[in-house]
């Protein structure tokens, strides 16, 4: 089964550091890019930035630009969302998704998402 | 950065009833533009990819339709299990956007 698995939800401090990370299986990890999708409780859905673990070519939203690193380890299909600082305000939703892809071509839409972290930022 | 506008916000409707969803582009985007539904403590769904192509295993009610900076998505005949919050999405230069959303309720 072609899937996307989110670590677990995490309850965390102002200013602790933190990395989630999304395990693929069930496709080649390493020829599609997988993305990064922000919601805030009760919001819409927001694009934070893309990587494509075959060489970790990284792309950021300006939004996310400096506020968070996305990084890949294709050894165990995983990638990964760190926050060197966290704050309150980085409470959330964060789901990652693979970008679509038919014969090498990408259709630049998501067909594949994880379930979902919930990172809870309070002090 | 492109600014995607959905409207309506909301939309009330019954089953069987026919919908449209719209979406704006500031600029254009040719046809790179997606449809998604999510449902309260799911992640969302893809419907449409490329404005108007239908997802695999996604019902044929749903359809999509234009391009540059002008689409919509219809449901043909709402389903009680259609009720939930619709996003588009766009790409353009290895950015991507989500619009606000439209939550469809049952009327």
């Known amino acids: 089964e072609v899937q996307l698995v989110q670590s677990g939800a995490e309850v965390k401090k102002p200013g602790e550091s933190l990395q989630i990370s999304c395990k693929g299986s069930?496709?080649?990890?390493?020829?599609?890019?997988i993305a990064w999708v922000r919601q805030m409780p009760g919001k819409g859905l927001e694009w934070m930035g893309i990587i494509y673990p075959g060489d970790s070519d990284t792309r950021y939203s300006p939004s996310f630009q400096g506020q968070v690193t996305i990084s890949a380890d294709k050894s165990i299909s995983s990638a990964n969302l760190q926050w060197s600082s966290l704050k309150a305000s980085d409470t959330a939703m964060y789901y990652c998704?693979?970008?679509?892809?038919?014969?090498?071509?990408?259709?630049?839409?998501?067909?594949?998402w994880g379930q979902g972290t919930m990172v809870t930022v309070s002090s | 950065d492109i600014q995607m506008t959905q409207s309506p916000s909301t939309l009330s409707a019954s089953v069987g009833d026919r919908i449209t969803i719209t979406c704006r582009a500031s600029?254009?985007?040719?046809?790179?533009l997606a449809w998604y539904q999510q449902k309260p403590g799911k992640a969302p769904k893809l419907l449409i990819y490329k404005a108007s192509s239908l997802e695999s295993e996604v019902p044929s009610r749903f359809s999509g339709g234009g391009s540059g900076t002008e689409f919509t998505l219809t449901i043909s005949s709402l389903q009680p299990d259609d009720f939930a919050t619709y996003y588009c999405q766009q790409y353009n230069s290895y950015s991507w956007t989500f619009g606000q959303g439209t939550k469809v309720e049952i009327k």
């Open positions: 069930g496709f080649t990890f390493t020829t599609y890019w």
């Open positions: 998704a693979r970008q679509k892809s038919r014969d090498g071509y990408n259709l630049r839409a998501f067909d594949i």
């Open positions: 600029q254009s985007i040719s046809s790179w």
